[in-house]
Protein backbone atom coordinates (compact mmCIF):
# COMPACT_ATOMS: atom_id res chain seq x y z
CA UNK A 1 0.00 0.00 0.00
CA UNK A 2 1.19 3.49 -1.00
CA UNK A 3 1.92 6.69 0.91
CA UNK A 4 -0.45 9.63 0.32
CA UNK A 5 1.46 13.01 0.64
CA UNK A 6 -1.05 16.34 0.86
CA UNK A 7 0.42 19.80 0.68
CA UNK A 8 -0.96 22.87 0.91
CA UNK A 9 1.06 25.75 -0.92
CA UNK A 10 1.09 28.82 -0.01
CA UNK A 11 3.47 29.53 2.69
CA UNK A 12 3.82 25.32 2.90
CA UNK A 13 5.54 24.39 -0.71
CA UNK A 14 5.94 27.84 -1.32
CA UNK A 15 7.32 30.81 1.43
CA UNK A 16 4.76 32.97 0.37
CA UNK A 17 1.60 33.75 -0.52
CA UNK A 18 1.29 33.51 -4.36
CA UNK A 19 -1.99 35.29 -4.29
CA UNK A 20 0.15 38.69 -2.47
CA UNK A 21 2.67 37.81 -4.45
CA UNK A 22 1.30 38.93 -7.93
CA UNK A 23 1.18 41.84 -6.59
CA UNK A 24 4.63 42.72 -7.38
CA UNK A 25 3.69 42.56 -11.26
CA UNK A 26 2.24 46.31 -10.84
CA UNK A 27 3.69 49.35 -11.81
CA UNK A 28 3.15 50.35 -7.94
CA UNK A 29 4.31 46.87 -6.34
CA UNK A 30 1.05 47.84 -4.33
CA UNK A 31 -2.69 47.42 -4.88
CA UNK A 32 -4.82 51.27 -4.52
CA UNK A 33 -6.76 51.40 -0.99
CA UNK A 34 -10.27 51.02 -2.92
CA UNK A 35 -9.74 47.91 -3.82
CA UNK A 36 -8.07 46.07 -1.33
CA UNK A 37 -11.41 47.24 0.94
CA UNK A 38 -13.34 45.28 -1.28
CA UNK A 39 -12.56 41.88 0.44
CA UNK A 40 -14.79 39.81 2.57
CA UNK A 41 -13.96 37.63 4.92
CA UNK A 42 -14.48 34.23 3.99
CA UNK A 43 -14.46 35.32 0.17
CA UNK A 44 -11.01 35.58 -0.69
CA UNK A 45 -10.98 33.96 -4.02
CA UNK A 46 -13.66 36.52 -5.57
CA UNK A 47 -11.33 39.02 -4.25
CA UNK A 48 -8.90 37.40 -6.14
CA UNK A 49 -10.46 38.27 -9.40
CA UNK A 50 -11.34 41.32 -8.44
CA UNK A 51 -7.42 41.59 -8.05
CA UNK A 52 -6.40 40.13 -11.36
CA UNK A 53 -9.13 42.24 -13.29
CA UNK A 54 -7.01 45.30 -11.85
CA UNK A 55 -3.76 43.81 -12.74
CA UNK A 56 -4.79 43.21 -16.36
CA UNK A 57 -6.17 46.81 -17.02
CA UNK A 58 -2.80 48.13 -15.64
CA UNK A 59 -1.42 46.57 -18.76
CA UNK A 60 0.40 43.97 -17.15
CA UNK A 61 0.71 40.86 -19.70
CA UNK A 62 0.19 36.81 -17.96
CA UNK A 63 3.89 36.41 -19.22
CA UNK A 64 4.90 39.76 -17.07
CA UNK A 65 2.98 37.41 -14.18
CA UNK A 66 4.13 34.34 -14.75
CA UNK A 67 8.12 35.92 -14.55
CA UNK A 68 7.19 36.92 -11.32
CA UNK A 69 5.75 34.03 -9.71
CA UNK A 70 8.64 31.67 -11.35
CA UNK A 71 11.21 34.18 -8.98
CA UNK A 72 8.12 32.83 -5.76
CA UNK A 73 11.20 31.12 -3.60
CA UNK A 74 10.35 27.80 -1.88
CA UNK A 75 10.42 26.86 1.68
CA UNK A 76 13.46 25.37 2.77
CA UNK A 77 14.17 21.83 1.52
CA UNK A 78 10.98 21.43 -0.45
CA UNK A 79 12.96 21.03 -3.92
CA UNK A 80 15.30 18.11 -2.59
CA UNK A 81 11.79 16.42 -1.05
CA UNK A 82 9.80 16.75 -4.34
CA UNK A 83 13.05 15.40 -5.76
CA UNK A 84 12.76 12.40 -3.77
CA UNK A 85 9.67 12.10 -3.97
CA UNK A 86 9.33 12.15 -8.00
CA UNK A 87 11.84 8.42 -7.94
CA UNK A 88 9.52 7.10 -5.77
CA UNK A 89 6.03 7.57 -7.38
CA UNK A 90 5.66 3.98 -6.87
CA UNK A 91 5.29 4.40 -3.15
CA UNK A 92 4.00 7.59 -2.96
CA UNK A 93 1.43 9.60 -4.58
CA UNK A 94 1.47 13.09 -3.94
CA UNK A 95 -1.12 15.95 -4.33
CA UNK A 96 -1.42 19.82 -3.63
CA UNK A 97 -4.74 20.90 -2.21
CA UNK A 98 -4.68 24.63 -2.26
CA UNK A 99 -6.89 27.79 -2.07
CA UNK A 100 -4.71 29.67 -4.32
CA UNK A 101 -5.28 29.15 -8.04
CA UNK A 102 -4.13 26.72 -10.90
CA UNK A 103 -2.72 29.09 -13.17
CA UNK A 104 -0.52 30.67 -10.26
CA UNK A 105 0.37 27.04 -8.95
CA UNK A 106 1.22 25.38 -12.63
CA UNK A 107 3.38 28.37 -13.44
CA UNK A 108 5.30 28.29 -10.31
CA UNK A 109 5.78 24.45 -10.59
CA UNK A 110 6.60 24.68 -14.30
CA UNK A 111 9.68 27.19 -13.40
CA UNK A 112 11.27 24.95 -11.00
CA UNK A 113 10.95 21.62 -13.00
CA UNK A 114 8.78 20.06 -10.34
CA UNK A 115 5.10 19.42 -11.73
CA UNK A 116 5.70 15.45 -12.33
CA UNK A 117 5.91 15.35 -8.54
CA UNK A 118 2.61 15.76 -8.22
CA UNK A 119 -0.19 13.26 -9.18
CA UNK A 120 -2.70 16.01 -8.95
CA UNK A 121 -3.10 19.45 -8.18
CA UNK A 122 -6.56 20.64 -6.81
CA UNK A 123 -7.03 24.29 -6.52
CA UNK A 124 -9.40 26.91 -8.11
CA UNK A 125 -10.02 27.13 -11.23
CA UNK A 126 -8.29 30.17 -13.49
CA UNK A 127 -6.84 30.65 -16.64
CA UNK A 128 -5.95 33.32 -19.30
CA UNK A 129 -8.79 34.90 -21.39
CA UNK A 130 -8.74 36.40 -24.57
CA UNK A 131 -7.72 39.67 -23.30
CA UNK A 132 -4.84 37.99 -21.83
CA UNK A 133 -5.98 38.59 -18.61
CA UNK A 134 -5.88 35.90 -15.64
CA UNK A 135 -9.32 34.59 -14.67
CA UNK A 136 -9.92 32.80 -11.22
CA UNK A 137 -13.38 31.22 -10.38
CA UNK A 138 -14.29 28.64 -6.98
CA UNK A 139 -13.33 25.46 -6.94
CA UNK A 140 -16.78 24.06 -5.76
CA UNK A 141 -19.92 25.01 -2.91
CA UNK A 142 -20.09 22.37 -0.22
CA UNK A 143 -21.76 22.42 3.08
CA UNK A 144 -18.88 22.67 5.42
CA UNK A 145 -19.57 25.71 8.30
CA UNK A 146 -16.26 25.94 9.45
CA UNK A 147 -14.28 26.48 5.64
CA UNK A 148 -14.21 29.73 3.24
CA UNK A 149 -17.07 29.68 0.59
CA UNK A 150 -15.21 28.50 -2.33
CA UNK A 151 -13.47 25.26 -0.66
CA UNK A 152 -13.48 22.72 1.96
CA UNK A 153 -10.44 20.98 1.58
CA UNK A 154 -11.82 17.47 3.97
CA UNK A 155 -14.42 17.44 1.03
CA UNK A 156 -11.44 17.26 -1.52
CA UNK A 157 -9.13 15.00 0.40
CA UNK A 158 -12.30 12.17 1.49
CA UNK A 159 -13.30 12.41 -2.51
CA UNK A 160 -9.91 11.91 -3.88
CA UNK A 161 -9.07 9.23 -1.10
CA UNK A 162 -12.62 7.58 -1.98
CA UNK A 163 -12.05 8.08 -5.43
CA UNK A 164 -8.88 5.96 -5.14
CA UNK A 165 -10.60 3.34 -3.31
CA UNK A 166 -12.74 2.78 -5.92
CA UNK A 167 -10.41 2.36 -8.26
CA UNK A 168 -8.16 -0.66 -6.20
CA UNK A 169 -6.05 2.02 -4.18
CA UNK A 170 -5.56 2.01 -0.72
CA UNK A 171 -2.92 3.73 1.32
CA UNK A 172 -1.26 2.60 3.81
CA UNK A 173 -1.30 6.53 5.73
CA UNK A 174 -1.81 9.97 4.39
CA UNK A 175 0.52 12.79 6.01
CA UNK A 176 -0.90 16.20 5.38
CA UNK A 177 1.52 18.93 5.02
CA UNK A 178 0.10 22.32 5.96
CA UNK A 179 0.16 25.88 7.59
CA UNK A 180 -3.56 27.39 7.59
CA UNK A 181 -6.69 27.58 9.21
CA UNK A 182 -8.15 26.01 6.24
CA UNK A 183 -5.99 23.07 6.31
CA UNK A 184 -7.11 21.78 10.00
CA UNK A 185 -10.95 20.54 8.47
CA UNK A 186 -9.27 17.56 6.34
CA UNK A 187 -7.21 16.41 9.78
CA UNK A 188 -10.52 15.54 11.67
CA UNK A 189 -10.98 13.02 8.71
CA UNK A 190 -7.55 11.82 9.31
CA UNK A 191 -6.77 8.12 11.00
CA UNK A 192 -4.36 7.10 13.79
CA UNK A 193 -2.44 5.49 11.11
CA UNK A 194 -1.88 9.18 9.82
CA UNK A 195 0.43 12.32 10.20
CA UNK A 196 -0.69 16.01 10.18
CA UNK A 197 2.79 17.88 9.65
CA UNK A 198 1.66 21.97 10.97
CA UNK A 199 4.50 24.55 10.07
CA UNK A 200 5.73 25.40 13.26
CA UNK A 201 4.97 29.12 13.83
CA UNK A 202 1.47 29.15 11.49
CA UNK A 203 -1.94 29.15 12.24
CA UNK A 204 -2.83 25.09 11.89
CA UNK A 205 -0.04 24.76 14.66
CA UNK A 206 -1.62 26.90 17.11
CA UNK A 207 -5.17 25.40 16.01
CA UNK A 208 -3.92 22.13 16.94
CA UNK A 209 -2.08 22.96 19.87
CA UNK A 210 -4.90 24.38 21.67
CA UNK A 211 -6.51 21.07 21.78
CA UNK A 212 -9.10 21.03 18.40
CA UNK A 213 -11.35 18.37 18.76
CA UNK A 214 -13.48 16.37 15.91
CA UNK A 215 -17.22 17.01 15.39
CA UNK A 216 -18.03 13.77 18.00
CA UNK A 217 -16.01 15.32 20.55
CA UNK A 218 -12.88 13.42 20.72
CA UNK A 219 -9.21 14.49 19.84
CA UNK A 220 -7.34 14.76 16.86
CA UNK A 221 -6.43 11.09 15.66
CA UNK A 222 -3.73 11.29 13.71
CA UNK A 223 -0.06 12.09 15.19
CA UNK A 224 1.06 15.28 14.83
CA UNK A 225 4.67 16.61 13.84
CA UNK A 226 5.26 20.06 13.57
CA UNK A 227 7.89 21.22 11.00
CA UNK A 228 10.40 24.41 10.26
CA UNK A 229 12.26 22.79 7.04
CA UNK A 230 10.97 20.65 4.72
CA UNK A 231 13.96 18.16 5.26
CA UNK A 232 12.70 17.27 8.10
CA UNK A 233 9.50 16.18 6.38
CA UNK A 234 11.74 14.45 4.12
CA UNK A 235 13.37 12.48 6.95
CA UNK A 236 9.74 11.26 8.34
CA UNK A 237 8.31 10.29 4.67
CA UNK A 238 11.68 7.91 4.85
CA UNK A 239 11.34 6.61 8.21
CA UNK A 240 7.60 5.33 7.91
CA UNK A 241 8.82 4.15 3.83
CA UNK A 242 11.26 1.38 5.29
Not at 25 to 51: C, F, H, I, N
Not at 129 to 150: E, F, L, M, W
Not at 151 to 163: H, S
Amino acid sequence: MKTLMVFDFDHTIVDENCDTWVIRSTPDKRLPDWLAKTYQKGRWTEYMGRVMSYIGDQGVTSESIRSVMHAIPFTDGMVELFTFISGHMNDIDCIIVSDANMVFIDWILEGAGLRQAFDKVFSNPASVDSRGYVTVQCYHSHTCAKCPINMCKRKILEDFIATQDKMGVQYARTIYVGDGGNDLCPLKAMREEDIAMPRKGYTLERLVLVGVVTEDGTPLKPRVLVWTSATEILNELKAVMQ
